[in-house]
């Protein structure tokens, strides 16, 4: 069975500091991957998905930027993280169907506070 | 843009009632949707999908429809239980895109 992992949990970082959360998925090959910020009592948003290894596509402009080293590592980063950047970051995966009708599975989250 | 939102932010049922959780959509393209259940601090949780080309499709306990024609989708559980309480997303998307839209969510409360 697929599982999909996310780390860390928590995190609290200082304004300017760099970010890295890591997304990992086992148990399928080539998924598609996503990154979503969740700000407090609001829905998802994307922020960039990926079809492949290096392919990384961006929905929003921002400080954050998205890396694909492997096959199923999904990596969020910053170089210098600012308050907005708070908030709960989720990383999903489907499998491509034809017709684009796939269920995205989600991870654990990482909630990440910004002071 | 398009959009996903939701009727109820709210919602309180008794335990054992049924509860029926809505979402408007205003893409009438949109030809894929889902529901999600987050319980607080984690992430969402597939509960049941649905293509276009149905209006009503059960699983174990729940059951999604949709209405194309007002682009409504709704989400009923049958006998909640307070295992239940958490924040309910619809989500949709048109063909081949990568972008799911998501509403705001519906917190659902089961009073004991």
């Known amino acids: 069975s697929q599982t999909i992992h996310q780390w860390p949990a928590t995190l609290v970082q200082p304004v300017g500091s760099p970010l890295s959360l890591e997304c990992t998925v086992e148990g399928t090959s080539n998924p598609n991957l996503y990154w979503y910020r969740q700000a407090a009592g609001r829905g998802l948003q994307l922020l960039f998905y990926s079809v492949g290894i290096g392919q990384i596509s961006s929905e929003v402009p921002q400080n954050l930027s998205a890396s694909r080293p492997q096959d199923r590592q999904f990596i969020l980063s910053s170089k210098k993280l600012l308050l907005s950047d708070s908030g709960f970051y989720l990383c999903a995966w489907s499998v491509g169907l034809a017709g684009g009708q796939e269920t995205q599975y989600f991870g654990p989250g990482t909630r990440l506070l910004v002071l | 843009g398009e959009s996903v939102g939701l009727h109820l932010p709210t919602l309180s049922v008794q335990e054992g009632d049924n509860s029926i959780i809505n979402c408007a959509y205003s893409?009438?393209?949109?030809?894929?949707f889902i529901w999600y259940k987050q319980e607080s601090g984690k992430g969402p949780q597939f509960i049941i999908d649905?293509?276009?080309?149905?209006d009503k499709r059960q699983g174990q306990r729940v059951t999604v429809l949709l209405n194309k024609t007002v682009k409504h989708l709704s989400l009923q559980i049958a006998a909640t239980q307070p295992g239940d309480s958490a924040v309910y997303f619809c989500?949709?998307?048109?063909?081949?895109?990568?972008?799911?839209?998501f509403g705001p969510g519906t917190r659902l409360s089961v009073l004991p």
């Open positions: 649905i293509r276009s080309n149905m």
């Open positions: 989500a949709e998307k048109e063909g081949d895109g990568q972008n799911f839209v």
């Open positions: 893409n009438s393209a949109s030809d894929y």
